[in-house]
Antibody, heavy 119, light 108 residues
Framework: QVQLQQSGPGLVKPSQTLSLTCAIS??????????WNWIRQSPSSGLEWLGRTYYRSKWYNDYAISVKSRITINPDTSKNQFSLQLNSVTPEDTAVYYC?????????WGQGTLVTVSS | EIVLTQSPGTLSLSPGERATLSCRASQSLSSSYLAWYQQKPGQAPRLLIY???SRATGIPDRFSGSGSGTDFTLTVSRLEPEDFAVYYC?????????FGQGTKLEIK
């Protein structure tokens, strides 16, 4: 059974960097069949995919155009986890952030982290 | 980017009734790259259906998915009280893997 455990601060100041981590159990971040995704949800934007990392003989990343200039998603094979960094945040980045495993539908999700951007 | 449009926005039904939710894609997804999720307040989305018609592990058989190409349907054959929630479709044919805007299934 795959489990995803999210961690990270729930409050970030404007212009600073939002950082979250998703720890994986029951699978490996280096899986050749899964993708590792970050999504956010706000009342105004619904479910918004932010980006993903995945391994297919080498590492790949791709990101949503809306955040591409500000986002980095990194795998950490030593800790079997992946992380999200979103730079230069504004109040519009306030949302619940989720990590999820993609493999023919997204069967496994993290518990969600409410991140508020406020001074 | 593939756009998914769900209808209706809100569906008001009573327990025991049949629910039919629609998802239309802006381009063809074949029959394999469409998923349905259920979300309740304060919870992460829960996968119900993948590959347009395959039930995820532990999902009751009153939930069924159908469709291909650009038109897909989620049917709940006989509503239970715990089925009242928001439902999303998602395509995973191309990146970005986009979601529909959701259908709220509420108790009439």
């Amino acid at each position: 059974q795959v489990q995803l455990q999210q961690s990270g601060p729930g409050l970030v100041k404007p212009s600073q960097t939002l950082s979250l981590t998703c720890a994986i159990s029951g699978d490996t971040v280096s899986s050749n069949t899964a993708t590792w995704n970050w999504i956010r949800q706000s009342p105004s934007s619904g479910l918004e995919w932010l980006g993903r990392t995945y391994y297919r003989s080498k590492w790949y990343n791709d990101y949503a155009i809306s955040v591409k200039s500000r986002i980095t998603i990194n795998p950490d094979t030593s800790k079997n986890q992946f992380s999200l960094q979103l730079n230069s945040v504004t109040p519009e980045d306030t949302a619940v952030y989720y990590c999820a495993r993609g493999s023919g539908g997204w069967h496994y999700w993290g518990q969600g982290t409410l991140v508020t951007v406020s001074s | 980017e593939i756009v998914l449009t769900q209808s209706p926005g809100t569906l008001s039904l009573s327990p025991g009734e049949r629910a039919t939710l629609s998802c239309r894609a802006s381009q063809s997804l074949s029959s394999s790259y469409l998923a349905w999720y259920q979300q309740k307040p304060g919870q992460a989305p829960r996968l119900l259906i993948y590959g347009a018609s395959s039930r995820a592990t532990g999902i009751p058989d009153r939930f069924s998915g159908s469709g291909s190409g650009t038109d897909f349907t989620l049917t709940v054959s006989r509503l239970e009280p715990e089925d009242f929630a928001v439902y999303y479709c998602q395509q995973y044919l191309t990146s970005p893997n986009t979601f529909g805007q959701g259908t709220k299934l509420e108790i009439k």
